[in-house]
Nanobody
Framework: QVQLVESGGGLVQAGGSLRLSCATSGGTFSSYNMGWFRQAPGKEREFVAAIRWSGSITHYADSVKGRFTISRDNAKNTVYLQMNSLKPEDTAVYYC?????????????WGQGTQVTVSS
């Protein structure tokens, strides 16, 4: 059973940056594809970014492409989401997720989420 704990959320002004971290335990991190998702109030959870277990492939939602970067450090069992040029519409709870089968999901394991609020 893989446990995931997100951190790094907070309040930031539009145009600012945040880096989210997701620390994992209980599994072989280097064998898991990792994803970031977000859910804004009143909306469904949506895909943000994903990275293959090897780090060789990444995918991004069109809404964050060019602004967000997903990366991983297999030695630290951690995946990151660097968020630049933040917009108020990026406000959401951000979740990380892990899955061994497909980078496209569905994902088996989920963290509790971290709140990101972008003020205008």
């Amino acid at each position: 059973q893989v446990q995931l704990v997100e951190s790094g959320g907070g309040l930031v002004q539009a145009g600012g940056s945040l880096r989210l971290s997701c620390a994992t335990s209980g599994g072989t991190f280097s064998s898991y594809n990792m994803g970031w998702f977000r859910q804004a109030p009143g909306k469904e959870r949506e895909f943000v970014a994903a990275i293959r277990w090897s780090g060789s492939i990444t995918h991004y939602a069109d809404s964050v492409k060019g602004r967000f970067t997903i990366s991983r450090d297999n030695a630290k069992n951690t995946v990151y989401l660097q968020m630049n040029s933040l917009k108020p519409e990026d406000t959401a709870v951000y979740y990380c997720a892990a899955d061994q089968r497909r980078i496209a999901g569905p994902y088996d394991y989920w963290g509790q989420g971290t709140q990101v609020t972008v003020s205008s």
